[in-house]
């Protein structure tokens, strides 16, 4: 048998002496007391949640796929990469956030990303709770739900937060009992590769969990240990090719990361800045004091496995998700050990909550969330209405874009520029438009405008190109706000010079 160093299963029988627990009323209520947390803490956020601007893009996808009964294949959105190879691994999510958006307006994307955080939160408690005791799951989750506050937009992303859980603790379960996952699982991620390409990542972890079961396992039954494992790891990966796109869907993560330092350049790619205060500076120091006060060890494997999702959420943000609702099960096995906690004390006698009192409970959930939703302005903010409008009536199809604008251009029906996906246009050109608006380069900022034809910009008042664009004599202020400012070139018919 493997030392007790590696051991990671904990007892599950609660000895004949000890004393009989006294009933927790609270315990049944916690995944729902925070599911209803997460929900109505996005809810009451609802402005943040749509202000990212990629829904906008994703929205019209979607009505592509709807209306064409076919998913893309090739770019319909850009005129500098029109009709070059793209896919999107996020077919699924669009055409959902799609469906909700006829249905309901922005309130429809709305509530599918906040009812999807809240599942995930109720699923994390449920399976917390069968490891641990009421106050650790409580601090976990309440850190959790203020972690990924800072990073839940209406985008595909969240959609799949209740898979990664179910996904997440079904490795690490099997892991702790030394076999592979029920072949049940395999579902999940098929449904999580048709609805975003973070699936690659739940293969990846598969890796560090197969290897965790095979250290501690007794050297007897090692050989069977992998053969299970193995077997599993080949069907998930058949599993996630089981897409419009096959394997292709699984290239799409390779062509991402091989975009390099490009990668920086993107908002949710770039570190976790720590000169301004955000929900994960103080849990992540709040979790280094008590490992360095407690004494709680890992084993080595969940130990490299801890540390690679930490450096990922500090390297790039879009990983605090990961870091919330899958690192609670790396720790949580150790943790019940350090805390004298048996697994099955949960089984305790309890009152569990009545249907009755659940529907209620819902019921007032629903009903907050309407009296929310009701005297909010569902709408997403920051968006250049006006500018687009101008761009329309001067007949412009060629527009230098902020990066940021891009959804509502094509929202709108405008080609882009550049826009979010990012495997699309690759390093270099996703580096020289960036260096080029920044006017790190003003001679080839200048030269790109010939090169593609532009013959409008709209930029961020605080973009670097939009000072150099009032003082070339071939361009024009033709609109100017807080949100944004457009530029016409003269020699474009666009129509009646109209300065707003």
């Known amino acids: 048998m493997p030392s007790s160093s590696h051991s990671l299963q904990v007892d599950t029988e609660i000895g004949p002496s000890a ?12 995944p729902l007391i925070f599911a209803a947390t997460a929900y109505l803490t996005l809810i009451t956020r609802s402005v943040s949640l749509l202000k990212d601007a990629d829904i906008y893009w994703h929205i ?6 709807v209306d064409h009964r ?5 770019d319909l959105f850009s005129f500098t990469m029109r009709g070059a190879p793209w896919i999107t691994s996020e077919w699924l999510s669009e055409v959902l956030y799609f469906v909700t958006y006829k249905l309901a307006g922005w309130t429809g994307p709305l509530i599918l990303a906040a009812l999807s955080a809240s599942v995930a939160f109720y699923l994390l408690a449920l399976l917390l709770l069968k490891r641990l005791p009421n106050i650790p799951v409580m601090i976990l989750l309440t850190a959790g739900i203020a972690m990924t506050s800072f990073h839940i937009f209406t985008r595909p992303h969240v959609l799949v937060f209740p898979l990664m859980v179910l996904w997440a603790n079904a490795l690490v379960e099997a892991s702790e009992q030394r076999r592979a996952p029920s072949f049940a699982y395999l579902p999940l991620i098929t449904l999580w590769a048709n609805l975003h390409g973070s699936f690659t990542l739940g293969l990846a972890l598969m ?9 501690t396992a007794d050297k007897s039954a090692r050989a069977t240990v992998a053969v299970q494992w ?5 069907l998930a990966l058949g599993a996630a090719c089981i897409t419009p796109y096959g394997p292709e869907s699984i290239l799409v993560t390779w062509r991402v990361l091989r975009l390099g330092a490009a990668l920086s350049r993107i908002g949710e790619w770039q570190p976790l800045n720590f000169g301004e205060m955000n929900a994960v500076t103080p849990c992540l120091m709040a979790g280094l004091a008590y490992l360095l006060y407690s004494g709680l060890k890992l084993p080595p494997i969940r130990i490299a496995a801890l540390v690679a999702v930490v450096y990922q959420t500090l390297a790039h943000v879009r990983y605090i998700d990961v870091f919330a609702l899958v690192s609670p099960f790396f720790i949580a096995g150790p943790l019940a050990q350090h805390l004298s906690w048996p697994a099955l004390q949960h089984s305790r006698k309890v009152v569990p909550p009545t249907r009755s009192a659940i529907l209620a409970a819902i019921g007032a959930l629903v009903m907050a969330s309407g009296a929310v939703i009701a005297v909010m302005n569902i709408t997403p903010p920051l968006m250049p209405r006006a500018a687009v409008e101008l761009l329309k009536e001067r007949r412009a199809d060629r527009v230098l874009n902020d990066y940021y604008f891009s959804g509502y251009l094509i929202f709108q029906g405008i080609p882009v520029f550049i826009d979010s996906r990012a495997e699309l246009y690759g390093p270099n050109f996703i580096i020289r438009y960036v260096r080029a608006i920044a006017l790190d380069d003003v001679a080839d900022f200048v030269r790109l405008l010939d090169e593609y034809k532009i013959d409008a910009t709209l930029l961020f008042p605080s973009t670097a190109a939009v000072g150099l664009l009032d003082r070339l004599s ?3 202020r033709a609109y100017a706000s807080d949100v944004a400012v457009v530029h016409v070139r003269r020699t474009h018919d666009l129509g009646a010079d109209t300065m707003k």
């Open 70 to 74: 076919a998913v893309p294949h090739v």
């Open 19 to 30: 004393e009989p627990a006294p009933s927790d009323h609270l315990r049944p209520w916690l």
């Open 474 to 476: 071939d361009w024009e």
């Open 207 to 215: 890796g560090p969990f197969a290897l965790e079961a095979l250290w």
């Open 230 to 234: 193995l077997r599993f790891g080949v």
């Open 60 to 65: 019209v996808v979607g009505q592509w796929i």
